[in-house]
């Protein structure tokens, strides 16, 4: 490391919509030389992401920001030096789909972000960061694209600008675990190679004990603690770090207090899903699921485990109605859904709700979230408006969220925020079964284990049943009675929880395991 290449002194955001000014962060002071990883951990709307947010002028022109900025031995205001800091910056998004152009294809977006690189370079660095068969990738459009094949597309774009300081927000909540290691692996070493700068803001704790050089801790806007990482994360001091540090998922399975029955409440029989192949290389389709059986126990939480791109996500919106089945059936309840027309299919939706991936792309950005809960609620039930308001707040209260943000839009909230909005969505309707795709990635822990001992409690209270599709392997090990492996569109192995973790009979389940640091 060399001398400071950026230093925040008295960093302070006020922001200043209609039901008053609310302080985002208040009083930060970090710094960060050349060759280091600064990490930043804390709750969600702890301001982490708003810290980095204001240095590089990316705040409302509304917000009052206050404070220094130093960059290269130049001082300034946060505003006036906005501009240097974007310029030797890169920034990887928390939320890949919002950041990436839906009508741009893969390979422009990245052509123009790059500044002159050629094609095989960018191909490379496709490579580099584990999209499979980088050709193909280059022509591909988003939405063609899982959430975690989008997030490494958004850290490729942010790579090839060469910044001298990368700016990663929650970067690694959407791969699975050993994509996760490949693109850690992958930012460490170019940090080495091109001596980068690196923030890293997540809510993993045992990720950034595996990137950071130092950690600051954020709680309410405030820095309560900074120190190497070995100090803060092995020798926390503050009561907050603790807290954080003792909120991660128990490696061992909570005990299940409830019983499952044996009827299959929803029941996969030989399903086939096809996407289009802009190649052309597979009769104009490319086979995404395949020959795939599968069936989920009224009262149990059956976990679907597998690398970005396996098919996790598609077999999610197969079940929801949300993409073409080629081949097979889904019964759900004894109903066959794929025979159902679109009136039909809306009657089985309040009792089959589905929380997704991507809370922001999931809800109305020119909606109150007031409205958009409100409008589930009389589509699906007979409830006034007075017993709709009583609902909403009353589960907006045992999802830990704060009644005033229903009045906010969307893009107010912060990326926790919105995802327990997502959730609280799905419950409100008291569903039978929830498909969760991915519900505590944008989570940070201590909020993460309040979510997951509440969907233990409603389950356990009302008989639920969930399809929980996750990467993160603790998680699963935490909340499921099964879990499935997925790879490659197929089922490679499922069994009882205790029996997977401790006798995997499958490689790759085993390469999975090995992963893992938490497990």
């Not at 460490?188 to 997540?202: H, Y």
């Not at 207090?257 to 289009?276: F, M, S």
């Not at 409100?374 to 589509?379: D, G, T, V, Y």
Request: include cysteine; glycine fraction near 8%; proline fraction near 5%.
């Amino acid at each position: 490391m060399t001398g400071t290449l950026l230093d925040v002194s008295d960093l302070s955001v006020t922001f200043n919509p209609p039901t008053g000014a609310v302080r985002a962060v208040r009083d930060v002071d970090l710094a960060i030389s050349a060759g280091e990883v600064l990490g930043i951990v804390g709750e969600s709307g702890s301001g982490k992401s708003v810290t980095v947010r204001s240095v590089l002028g990316l705040t409302p022109p509304s917000a009052s920001v206050g404070g220094t900025v130093t960059i290269d031995g130049t001082t300034g205001t946060p505003r006036d030096m906005s501009g240097a800091a974007q310029k030797m910056s890169a920034l990887v998004y928390q939320n890949p789909g919002a950041a990436l152009n839906p009508v741009v294809t893969i390979g422009r977006q990245l052509r123009l972000l790059s500044g002159g690189a050629d094609d095989e370079e960018l191909e490379s660095l496709l490579g580099r960061v584990g999209l499979p068969d980088p050709k193909r990738a280059m022509q591909a459009y988003p939405h063609e694209f899982s959430g975690g094949m989008q997030q490494r597309a958004v850290i490729a774009m942010a790579l090839s600008q060469q910044p001298k300081l990368l700016i990663a927000d929650e970067p690694t909540t959407a791969l699975d675990v050993t994509t996760e290691a490949q693109i850690l692996d992958l930012i460490l070493g170019i940090r080495d190679e091109r001596n980068l700068a690196v923030v890293f803001i997540s809510h993993d704790l045992d990720v950034i004990g595996k990137v950071a050089d130092r950690v600051a801790v954020m709680q309410q806007g405030v820095v309560v603690e900074t120190g190497t990482t070995q100090q803060v994360l092995h020798v926390p001091q503050h009561p907050y770090t603790q807290k954080l540090i003792a909120s991660a998922p128990s490696r061992t399975p909570a005990a299940i207090t409830h019983e499952p029955d044996e009827h299959a409440i929803l029941e996969i029989r030989n399903l086939a899903v096809d996407y289009r192949d802009r190649n052309r290389t597979s009769g104009g389709k490319v086979r995404v699921l395949e020959d795939l059986n599968l069936s989920v126990v009224a009262g149990e939480t059956l976990a679907l485990v597998g690398e970005s791109g396996s098919g996790k996500s598609t077999l999610a919106n197969a079940i929801a109605g949300l993409v073409p089945v080629a081949n097979g059936s889904i019964h759900f309840q004894s109903t066959e859904l794929t025979a159902l027309n679109r009136k039909a299919r809306r009657a089985t939706r309040a009792q089959l709700q589905m929380v997704f991936q991507n809370p922001l792309l999931s809800l109305s950005p020119r909606r109150s979230i007031r409205w958009q809960l409100h409008e589930a609620l009389r589509l699906h039930t007979g409830m006034s408006s007075d017993e709709r308001n009583g609902a909403i707040e009353g589960t907006f209260e045992r999802l830990g969220l704060s009644v005033d943000l229903v009045e906010r839009k969307p893009h107010e909230l912060s990326g926790g925020q919105a995802q327990r909005v997502v959730l609280a969505r799905a419950l409100v309707l008291e569903p039978r079964c929830i498909i969760f795709d991915e519900p505590t990635s944008a989570l940070d822990v201590s909020v993460q284990a309040e979510v997951l001992e509440l969907l233990s409690e409603l389950q356990a209270e009302h008989g639920l049943t969930y399809l929980f599709i996750t990467h993160d392997l603790a998680v699963a090990r935490y909340l499921a009675d099964r879990i499935a492996v997925l790879r490659t569109g197929k089922i490679v192995e499922l069994s009882a929880t205790a029996d997977l973790f401790n006798n995997p009979a499958h490689e790759y389940t085993k390469s999975l395991l090995d992963a893992s640091p938490t497990v």
